[in-house]
């Protein structure tokens, strides 16, 4: 069996987690600090917390960002839930913005269309959460200006992302946002088993998510609104959660990003072989803006309208013969839960006319060239 996607131990990541095991703290200690200062100075951000996973820093970082019962946080369809499961913990509502047929990224003029109307009608967003969805940035730029125009905050959702650049920018950097988060889930780049991160240049953001995510507790003196009673005191400020990262987590996190540049390298050759050999298929391969560079987390073809095999009979097809394909999203609104909520995915058209063409094929760096050669002879197979 060929998975879509699979995490990558090294002898390193073990021997790592293994002396962690027998020398330091299991969590609470120098670990999670030193993680965090590798991903902020990976991506160039003033400051990284990391959290239990990436829906935990969603969910902190609306908090931080002050989402409220009442206000609104809009996304994309095409994502994974929780990129909107955060605003109803909130007690926020959330509303989509459909997405760009070439980028399947959100599409920023349909969000300027929606942003006018909302301030005719006085419920602009308070966040909006661009995904970058398979590892390619959205044009962040325009969205930003846009939140400067209408006044809202921008929380990137780089769940896919981690390793890809904006121009110069690395995803992440919060050039052109308030704050961003990245997953450490075992299907994504790199990984801590569960885990996440909130990066941010905000001093004031990171320390309320770095408050929230154990309790709402704080043991910086600074901060207390009561004198000191001695070494044990400690004072709850605000209504946390434990939302931690291990030492244990971390300790992998740590050698997991020393391995990311090889990572992103592997990913790159195996979508160029891909770009090449499947180029004269009736189907569309990933459109890659100029001004990005992806992590390449996912490869998605989409099989063409007037081709005689539908995306159900290649899906089957495929997986028929031991590759694991998958697909990357179900729109978020035609999920029974969001349906309920008053959602029609039909409203999302590009969303769902993507959704039901699209297809991820095998991309981790352990693909064997000729397990790759496997999967493209087979989906030429299916045209013949
Ligand atoms: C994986 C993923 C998440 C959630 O990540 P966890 O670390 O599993 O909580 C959120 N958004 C997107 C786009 C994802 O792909």
Excluded at 193 to 218: F, K, P, Q, W, Y
Aim: a neutral charge.
């Amino acid at each position: 069996m060929i998975p879509y996607a699979r995490h990558e131990i090294s002898p390193s990541d073990v021997s790592a987690v293994v002396s962690l095991l027998k020398e330091s703290s299991l969590t609470q200690g120098s670990m999670v600090p030193l993680f965090e200062n590798k991903i902020s100075s990976r991506v160039g951000s003033k400051h990284a917390v990391a959290v239990s996973s990436a829906t935990a820093a969603l969910h902190l970082a609306c908090i931080a960002l002050d989402l409220k019962k009442g206000d609104y946080l809009w996304t994309s369809p095409n994502s994974f839930v929780a990129s909107a499961n955060c605003a109803l913990y909130c007690g926020a509502n959330v509303d989509f913005v459909d997405i760009n047929p070439r980028t399947y990224n959100i599409c920023v003029n349909a969000l300027e269309e929606k942003l006018v109307i909302a301030n005719k009608l006085g419920n602009l967003p308070k966040i909006i959460v661009p995904v970058h969805f398979a590892g390619q940035s959205c044009d962040v730029e325009r969205i930003f200006e846009l939140s400067r125009y209408f006044g809202f905050k921008v929380l990137e959702d780089a769940s896919h992302a981690i390793g890809g650049l904006r121009g110069d920018y690395p995803i992440g950097s919060c050039k052109y946002s308030d704050a961003a988060v990245f997953s450490f889930h075992p299907a994504k780049i790199i990984t801590t088993g569960e885990g996440g991160m909130v990066t941010t240049n905000c001093d004031v953001t990171a320390e309320r998510i770095r408050m929230l995510r154990s309790h709402g507790i704080t043991r910086n003196p600074h901060l207390f609104e009561n004198s000191v009673a001695g070494d044990w005191y400690y004072e709850q400020l605000d209504l946390g959660f434990n939302y931690r990262l291990t030492d244990l987590q971390a300790t992998l996190g740590n050698s997991q990003a020393d391995s990311l540049d090889l990572i992103l390298k592997r990913r790159q050759d195996i979508v160029n072989r891909y770009n090449i050999a499947l180029s004269s298929l009736p189907i569309e391969l990933p459109y890659l803006d100029g001004r990005n560079l992806s992590a390449n987390h996912l490869y998605v073809i989409t099989v063409k309208a007037e081709s005689k095999v539908n995306r159900r009979q290649l899906f089957d097809h495929l997986r028929g013969l031991g590759i694991f394909v998958n697909v990357h999203y179900i729109p978020i609104p035609a999920q029974p839960f969001y349906r309920r909520l008053g959602f029609e995915v039909k409203d999302f058209p590009e969303a769902l006319n993507y959704y039901e063409n699209a297809i991820s094929l095998p991309l981790f760096p352990s693909l064997l060239e000729s397990e790759q050669a496997f999967v493209i002879d087979s989906i030429a197979k299916a045209f013949q």
